[in-house]
């Protein structure tokens, strides 16, 4: 184990910046993807819907698969640039022409447009993973020092918040400006901005954050017990899960509020206020949460963040009528579940402290590769369960019954508040507040004996 385990690595402001916004080169093409692509091949492309939402799920079982494979990769990974590193200098170009080609439809057959869709969208999911998962794993390669990792989670979630503004609210602007949402070039352009943005934010990454707490080059473990012993790993389970819970919410939340605010408030402009305000609470969270939870801890600042939410949640359906106050108690809400997505970025870095100290290796990709499973999956299952409760009311938007209305109404409430209680009931579980430096000497006291 590498020496520097045994005192705390200190970060440069620019160490944690380029941390921060590496988010940002990957979550920003991935956010207008998944707010603008649906749209871009049905209603631009006249792609059919059904074909469209097929794409959609198989690709994205199938990158849940593919991020194992890459987690274990990282883990086995030794290079001259690191472990990490690599993945990001050598995937940053492909992932942004990637991106653009996505939008690039040629003008070919309809059955053809569909196989260039699956490709591109497919391949766009891979090169995700091959970034995403190094950048999840390298939080903990960078410092061992608590304070710094809740700093690197708080600017992870500005680069998150960042990519949420550019990849939704500042798309239909850009699009207007490059002659309408019905212009297929338009979605290009908008693209190839993104795609800059995106590759310099990934190539900063690479060039101004290092790996300094790494595993000596060892025999590659078995498969099989390692990921044995990550199912044992307590502190792993409970971010698994809390992750899975919030993405499902998350993703239903995204996916319901157009018909919530269009089918039943009779409100189109509220989408204006809502969406945005999920961007810009993880912008205020960056800054709120760290100091937060290093005074509360994960687990008691998470669990009065989500309770404090399901409770706001619960007084929404009060306040219909009265947008103001509607609109408060939203973002405020939306702040307090923000605070539990920093403490996840922090929670994966604990997690392989967790498991060295139990199973002796830290296995940062394995572990991290298991995260953005949950992270994917609970968006497909949240999408998916709205689109389910669409047809299972029998939802038309010709003519939207009160049925459905009310099935959407309390979709959206009745499942937020669900999910954040169940997160609660997952944040109890977590067993490392207060354990952090005893954890960290244990460690060091057998790298000194060995």
């Known amino acids: 184990m590498s020496p520097a385990n045994a005192i705390p690595v200190r970060l440069t402001l620019r160490e944690r910046l380029s941390y921060g916004f590496g988010d940002l080169g ?34 994205r079982l199938m990158d849940a698969v593919i991020d194992m494979g890459v987690g274990i990769a990282v883990d086995r990974t030794r290079t001259r640039w690191g472990r990490t590193r690599p993945y990001f200098l050598f995937m940053a170009l492909p992932y ?29 999911g891979i090169l995700m993973s091959m970034g995403a998962i190094p950048y ?27 990519s949420v503004v550019l990849g939704t609210a500042a798309v239909a602007p850009l699009l207007a400006a490059f002659g309408g949402e019905a212009n297929a ?28 707490i790494v ?49 039943t408030f009779r409100e189109p402009w ?39 939410a399901a409770g706001l949640f619960l ?31 922090a929670m994966i870095a604990l997690t392989v402290d967790y498991h060295e100290w139990r199973f ?11 995260v953005s499973l949950a992270t994917k999956v609970g968006m497909a299952l949240g999408t998916a369960g709205v689109a389910f409760m669409l047809a299972a009311s029998d939802y038309s938007p010709e003519a939207v019954s009160e049925t459905a209305r009310q099935a959407i109404r309390w979709t959206y409430y009745g499942g937020t508040v669900g999910m954040l209680l169940l997160q609660a009931l997952i944040f109890w579980f977590w067993p490392m507040d207060g354990m952090e430096q005893q954890i960290r000497d244990e460690i060091s006291g057998r790298g000194a004996k060995s």
């Open 136 to 162: 999840t794993a390298l939080m903990p390669m960078m410092t061992n020092h608590t304070g710094d990792r809740l700093k690197l989670s708080g600017m992870r979630s500005l680069g998150t918040s960042v």
């Open 315 to 345: 007084a929404l359906p009060w306040l219909e009528g009265n947008w103001t106050a509607f609109l408060i108690v939203y973002f405020v809400a939306c702040l307090t579940t923000s605070i539990t997505i920093t403490a996840a970025f």
């Open 96 to 124: 942004a022409a990637v991106y653009v080609a996505l939008f690039s439809m040629p003008d070919w057959s309809q059955q053809a447009q569909l196989v260039y869709a699956f490709v591109t969208f497919k391949a766009l």
């Open 360 to 370: 002796g290796s830290r296995n940062e990709g394995l572990l991290s590769a298991g």
């Open 270 to 308: 509220l989408i204006g206020w809502m969406l945005p305000g999920v961007a810009g609470t993880l912008l205020l969270s960056a800054f709120v949460a760290p100091p937060i939870l290093a005074r509360t801890g994960i687990r008691k600042g998470s669990l009065g963040a989500v309770l404090l």
């Open 26 to 59: 990957f979550s920003l093409p991935y956010n207008m993807v998944s707010g603008t692509l649906l749209f871009y091949y049905v209603n631009v492309i006249k792609l059919p819907a059904a074909a469209v939402g097929t794409i959609f799920l198989i690709a």
């Open 185 to 212: 070039d338009g979605y290009r352009k908008v693209a190839m901005i993104f795609a800059v943005i995106s590759l310099v934010s990934i190539l900063s990454l690479y060039a101004n954050c290092r790996e300094r």
């Open 215 to 263: 595993e000596e080059r060892k025999e590659s473990a078995p498969l099989l017990p390692a990921i044995g012993e990550m199912l044992r790993n307590r502190a792993w389970l409970v971010t698994f899960f809390s992750c899975l819970a919030y993405f499902v919410r998350f993703g239903g939340m995204m996916a319901v509020t157009f018909n919530l605010a269009i089918d």
